[in-house]
């Protein structure tokens, strides 16, 4: 049977490998570690820590650009009021997006490949297309990865530079927000990202594929490494693009503590109208957020890659 396009060309089931020795203590080798995680678990680990180190990496530029999303400001005014801010203040905010990233990118590609696994089992002999059955269970693992809004929405506010005064850390946020308006209040943001999230999932996994099939043949695994940067790199910054303006209002929406939800539909309309009805103001940011996501996909695809090579 023909490996469909939406799998992962790493996808292998991994065999044990003896334990080394050091020094009288025993060392695993990244195969045994592979096979301690087994078939489906390593994905999550994979994807857990490549969302880490690229979240580490890429930080600072992602406080340029929400401050962009939020305010409709020039990058360079966004760095002058980093730089105001102060260094102490510049990784304010980690926290949150490395927790909720690296849990949302494991499950991302951990629940893909589970909800694969389980709904082509289901689909056998039903004559379903692999490639429909494929691109359900990846909507289905970026609804999954919602329920981690809470993480999103603090984020939001501790970037913010005009709650710095209000709110001390991740963990003063969250028991304030719940403490004051409830644990409702921790998914204010909820439906831009749901509309965000399955869509981009199913194009994610349903194009590295055939992009990745377009690139020069390689054989040396720093040429692994390059193509897989450039595939997720390419994908990630061209849905970046694609959804931009539900950033805009995912951050706006999120901005705001306590009174009423409004509509995704509102908060869109009242950023249009605050912009001048600009399309450029309200795509104001999305340069900066095109080479961040070339970046940050890039790494993450090429991390989640390689360490699954090294796991099978």
């Known amino acids: 049977m023909a490996v469909s396009t939406m799998d992962s060309e790493s996808s292998r089931t991994p065999q044990p490998a003896p334990a080394l020795t050091k020094g009288g203590y025993s060392l695993l080798s990244a195969r045994a570690l592979g096979a301690r995680l087994g078939t489906q678990g ?49 990784y304010r905010g980690l926290l949150p997006p490395l927790l909720q990233k690296s849990t949302t990118v494991a499950i991302m590609f951990g629940l893909y490949e589970d909800f694969s696994r389980v709904l082509l089992d289901r689909a056998a002999g039903s004559g379903m297309p692999e490639l429909a059955t494929r691109s359900f269970a990846a909507a289905l693992a970026g609804t999954a990865e919602a329920v981690l809004t809470p993480f999103e929405r603090v984020q939001t506010l501790l970037q913010d530079h005009r709650h710095h005064g209000r709110f001390k850390n991740t963990v003063h946020t969250f028991r304030t927000l719940v403490t004051e308006h409830g644990v409702r209040e921790c998914y204010r943001g909820l439906v831009p990202i749901l509309i965000r999230n399955g869509p981009s999932n199913v194009l994610f996994f349903g194009l590295r594929g055939p992009i990745k099939e377009q690139l020069p043949e390689v054989n040396s695994r720093a040429g692994h490494m390059a193509s897989d940067f450039v595939c997720g790199g390419l994908l990630g910054a061209a849905l970046g693009i694609m959804f931009y303006p539900l950033n805009v209002v995912k951050s706006r929406a999120q901005s705001q503590v306590g009174g009423a939800f409004q509509p995704c539909r509102q908060v869109l309309l009242t950023v249009w109208r605050e912009r001048g009805g600009s399309v450029a103001m309200l795509f104001r940011g999305a340069t900066l957020n095109y080479h961040r996501s070339l970046l940050s996909w890039g790494i993450i695809n090429a991390t989640y890659e390689l360490l699954l090579k090294e796991l099978s």
């Open 42 to 90: 390593k994905h999550y680990f994979c994807g857990s820590v490549a969302a880490f180190t690229n979240i580490v990496v890429t930080f600072p530029i992602q406080k340029v650009l929400f401050r962009q999303q939020l305010h409709g400001v020039l990058a360079i005014e966004a760095v002058q009021q980093l730089q105001r801010d102060g260094l102490r203040n510049l």
